[in-house]
Every structure is written in C-alpha cells, then in structure tokens.
C-alpha cells in the first residue's frame, strides 16, 4: 500500500480542546497513523503518515467537525515510519510564540494578520513593487540554513518565541514601510508572525498563503525558492528535484550539502549540518567541538 504524509493547521476557536485531543487520538489510532498533532484553543496543528487510503479517511472524518471543515491539507512524499510514533498533545498556543495574549482567533484565522497571498499572487506583487520587498522568514535560522526565498531576512531566532524580541529591534526600523512577506513551512508560523509585525508597525504586510510546501507544489525550482526545505521528521529535507541548488554549508569542510545530523555531545544534541563525506565520524557543534567529549 502507497503511503504518503499530510500536513495541516487551522486557527479556529475551540471550545473543548481536550475532547479534540481525546478524539484525534482515537481516530489516528484506528487509522493506524504516525506523525504530531497540537491541540490547542486557537486550533489544530498535524503531520501525519501512513496509508493513502487511511489518510483519506482522516480528512474525510476530520472535516465532519464543524470547525474543521476548511482544513487546506497538504500532501509530501514520506512514509508512517518517518514518524517514531503517534503524539497528540495539548498546548496554551498553537505555535510557541509566548505572545498568547496578542493573538485573538476567529474562525476566519488569526485576526488582523497579513493579507494572504497565494503563490501567483506573490509573483504579481514582486513585479507591483519591482522586486523591492522584503521577504522574512518566519522559521528559525538552522532551518533557513539549507533552503529560503532569495535574499530573505533570517533573523537570529533558535525557536517562535524569540521572535517577539527579535522583530522589536530598532535596526529594522527602516523597513517598516516596505511591502513584507513573511513565509514559512506550511503557513501557520508566519500566520501569526504577520499580525506581531504588524503590531510593531510594519505597514504593509503579507502572509505566503499555505507556506513554502504549496509555493514549491507550484513553482518548484523555477521560481524564488533556492535550496532544500527543513522537515521535521526523519527525512530532515526535501528537495523539489534532482537539480535543486543546494546552499548549506557542512561546518567541517565548508563543502555545500543539506545533511543535518544531531551534536555528538548528547547533553547538547544540537542540529548540526555536516556533508555525507565527513558523517563517517561523530562530530561535534562549534560550541562543543573543543571540548571534544567521548
């Protein structure tokens, strides 16, 4: 049986988060399905994988709930095993942002984000503006390391809930009146990254509506996108084919590759890149590498 992985979110009020929980699991457990799902009362967060067919049946059972019933999902190659196992939990916000008290959530999403813009819709508003906006990338900065949109703003963010400090600062001030896009992997980080720019004072501002997975269903290779995207599950990245640029950097020999391994130091355990040539031998992040602990 063809197996697959889907991925989803939706912002929607919920009322009883913990009989979400409770019925997610069940119906994952009896579809025999892998992956994370987030509850909480803003909505619903997952990556699933198993059979095609019981994936299906997923959606088609998950949309009966009423909020849910426009849940966008998107489809990846990947299988159950991507996964080590089923986890559903809940949580006080959707996406860590610890900014719970500046997000208000309709069913209509987040309220007062970023005008949604589709992938066409980008492409037409970079030739409105003669390429002068500024793209930035709602994700943390490893995961920008290995694939963004070209010349993108990465700011220096390990996790979401730096974010709010991040994009205080005043050195992006002279920003603020251009037009921004804020992306990232599926939509639902840079959903609420645009309402906290926003917030902050930055004029005009755009969501990459379904993320860098629906930008890549359309355009792939051929269209602002440059590099491999960041996963998380076993299969670390994606690339949209055989001639994708890679743009990482292995820390050891400085040769481009895409091949996060985990710190060998498992006190540490940090992401790491290093290139399938130099992954013959443990090593270690620069923060652990002198101290060389075995």
């Known amino acids: 049986m063809m197996q697959k992985i889907i991925l989803f979110y939706l912002f929607t009020p919920l009322k009883d988060p913990a009989a979400v929980k409770l019925w997610q699991r069940t119906l ?141 600062d005043p050195k992006y001030d002279s920003i603020k009146d251009k037009p921004i896009v804020t992306y990232c992997t599926g939509g639902i980080r840079c959903e609420v990254l645009s309402k906290l720019m926003k917030d902050d004072g930055f004029k005009d501002v755009y969501q990459l509506d379904g993320g860098i997975v629906k930008y890549l269903e359309a355009y792939g290779d051929a269209g602002l996108w440059e590099g491999s995207l960041f996963v998380f599950d076993e299969r670390m990245s994606l690339n949209s084919s055989d001639h994708t640029k890679i743009i990482g950097t292995c820390i050891h020999c400085q040769s481009k590759t895409s091949n996060y391994v985990n710190c060998a130091n498992k006190a540490c355990n940090k992401l790491i890149l290093v290139c399938e040539r130099c992954d013959d031998e443990k090593f270690y992040c620069l923060d652990c590498q002198p101290a060389r602990i075995t």
């Open 28 to 168: 994952c457990e009896s579809l025999n399905l892998r992956g994370r799902i987030i509850i909480a009362h803003q909505g619903i967060n997952g990556t699933l994988g198993g059979d095609i067919k019981d994936l299906k049946a997923y959606i088609r059972q998950t949309k009966q709930y009423p909020g849910f019933k426009d849940i966008v999902f998107k489809w990846s190659d990947g299988q159950r095993e991507n996964f080590p196992r089923l986890s559903v939990k809940l949580r006080p916000e959707l996406v860590a942002f610890n900014a719970a008290d500046r997000i208000e959530v309709n069913s209509n999403g987040v309220v007062g984000g970023g005008k949604r813009l589709k992938p066409e819709q980008l492409h037409e508003l970079m030739r409105r503006h003669n390429g002068e906006v500024v793209f930035v990338d709602g994700r943390n900065k490893w995961e920008a390391s290995i694939g963004r949109f070209k010349n993108a703003l990465v700011m220096d963010v390990d996790h979401s809930r730096d974010f709010p400090k991040a994009i205080a």
